[in-house]
């Protein structure tokens, strides 16, 4: 934990402590500048462990030039206020308007889906986990920074990490989005069932994608079988057997209220 590992000749990985399971955050080093993805939990995940691997990868003052903020969770923003204290200058890429009102006081960008960051840093909206979530698509090595906004099965974990999808109908659209893409690598910030935190090249990572979309199918053929049963017992039979991370039953009402459309 807390080791920078190099993923390619551009991008670095830094996996830091939350709770019981661990967050990722990426560096990715351009020749316009360094952007930040994700600020881990707490502050001193960032005296720790993000500051030693910014000066590590010798960025300077002025050579941080964005802060990517793939949500506004504690997991991924915890640690923004403790970063801008030390990076004032760095520029917010957020579209969270809370966040915004937080830290008002400092540069923030509200990107567009498919914005251009550092000249070949490209925005993509990936909107199931929650309304705010990004991930960030680097044109030069074909790479997708996807956060949480991939949640396959989930995580295993002493909560509640089973996907945690609330908008599911946007999830599978933007899936398709991804496919459509053809990155050669995935990077997430989990550990994620069954597939790990990164992907690389076309069988792994189309086994990934189709790991998002497999827990829906799990909770159709649940409701189906028992179509009189409340969500809650839906919950608990698919929680059931123990070999996949646990769903909070939020999920099993919001894919309800649109199965429909996974028909």
């Given at each position: 934990?807390?080791?920078?590992?190099?993923?390619?000749?551009?991008?670095?990985?830094?996996?830091?402590?939350?709770?019981?399971?661990?967050?990722?955050?990426?560096?990715?080093?351009?020749?316009?500048?360094?952007?930040?993805?994700?600020?881990?939990?707490?502050?001193?995940?960032?005296?720790?462990?993000?500051?030693?691997?910014?000066?590590?990868?010798?960025?300077?003052?002025?050579?941080?030039?964005?802060?990517?903020?793939?949500?506004?969770?504690?997991?991924?923003?915890?640690?923004?206020?403790?970063?801008?204290?030390?990076?004032?200058?760095?520029?917010?890429?957020?579209?969270?308007?809370?966040?915004r009102k937080k830290f008002e006081a400092y540069t923030f960008l509200s990107p567009i889906d498919g914005e251009i960051l550092l000249d070949a840093l490209r925005v993509l909206f990936v909107t199931?986990?929650?309304?705010?979530?990004?991930?960030?698509?680097?044109?030069?090595?074909?790479?997708?920074?996807?956060?949480?906004?991939?949640?396959?099965?989930?995580?295993?974990?002493s909560g509640c990490w089973g996907a945690n999808i609330s908008f599911p109908t946007e999830y599978a659209?933007?899936?398709?989005?991804?496919?459509?893409?053809?990155?050669?690598?995935?990077?997430?910030?989990?550990?994620?069932?069954?597939?790990?935190?990164?992907?690389?090249?076309?069988?792994?990572?189309?086994?990934?994608?189709?790991?998002?979309?497999?827990?829906?199918?799990?909770?159709?053929?649940?409701?189906?079988?028992?179509?009189?049963?409340?969500?809650?017992?839906?919950?608990?039979?698919?929680?059931?057997?123990?070999?996949?991370?646990?769903?909070?039953?939020?999920?099993?009402?919001?894919?309800?209220?649109?199965?429909?459309?996974?028909?």
């Open positions: 934990m807390n080791n920078l590992e190099k993923v390619n000749d551009r991008i670095y990985a830094l996996c830091t402590p939350y709770k019981d399971i661990f967050t990722t955050v990426y560096f990715i080093i351009t020749d316009k500048g360094v952007l930040l993805f994700d600020t881990a939990s707490y502050d001193y995940d960032v005296e720790d462990a993000i500051i030693p691997a910014l000066r590590k990868l010798g960025v300077g003052q002025n050579d941080l030039k964005y802060i990517f903020i793939s949500h506004n969770h504690t997991d991924h923003a915890g640690g923004l206020g403790k970063l801008l204290s030390v990076y004032p200058n760095a520029c917010v890429v957020s579209g969270n308007e809370s966040l199931g986990h929650t309304k705010d979530s990004m991930a960030l698509y680097d044109n030069k090595t074909k790479t997708l920074i996807s956060g949480d906004c991939l949640q396959l099965y989930g995580i295993f974990g659209r933007d899936i398709k989005k991804i496919r459509e893409i053809e990155p050669d690598a995935i990077l997430t910030a989990h550990d994620y069932h069954p597939c790990g935190r990164m992907y690389f090249g076309s069988s792994e990572i189309s086994s990934a994608l189709d790991a998002c979309l497999e827990p829906f199918a799990l909770i159709k053929q649940l409701i189906e079988e028992s179509p009189n049963a409340n969500d809650e017992i839906i919950c608990e039979r698919y929680n059931s057997g123990g070999i996949l991370p646990t769903l909070g039953v939020h999920v099993i009402k919001k894919f309800r209220e649109v199965i429909s459309a996974f028909s």
